[in-house]
């Protein structure tokens, strides 16, 4: 069993930045690929970015690409996602999870959530 708890959303102006953080417990974290994913209200759950056990592969979706960056710290057991020039369509509930096969672009392929952390960006 994996726990993850996200932290660092709030309330931004567009073009400003947020760094959320997840940390996980229960279990060996560099076993773990990880994810980042959004839901905004009345849509479906979306893939942000992900990172391998090393953090060599990085994949990101093409809405964020060039503005996120999704970084790992093993020794912390902590993912982080940088985000940068922010937008309102940024605006949703970021989550994420993990699982210990390889890294995916989509949801049901994780096995551990958090809760979530609200990002709110305001034109």
């Known amino acids: 069993q994996v726990q993850l708890v996200e932290s660092g959303g709030g309330l931004v102006q567009a073009g400003g930045s947020l760094r959320l953080s997840c940390v996980a417990s229960g279990r060996t974290f560099s076993n773990y690929v990880m994810g980042w994913f959004r839901q905004a209200p009345g849509k479906e759950r979306e893939f942000v970015a992900g990172?391998?056990?090393?953090?060599?592969?990085?994949p990101y979706a093409d809405s964020v690409k060039g503005r996120f960056t999704i970084s790992r710290d093993n020794a912390k057991n902590t993912v982080y996602l940088q985000m940068n020039r922010l937008k309102p369509e940024d605006t949703a509930v970021y989550s994420c999870?993990?699982?210990?096969?390889?890294?995916?672009?989509?949801?049901?392929?994780?096995?551990?959530w958090g809760q979530g952390t609200q990002v709110t960006v305001s034109s």
């Open positions: 990172i391998s056990w090393s953090g060599v592969n990085t």
């Open positions: 999870g993990a699982n210990h096969r390889a890294v995916a672009t989509f949801a049901r392929a994780y096995d551990y």
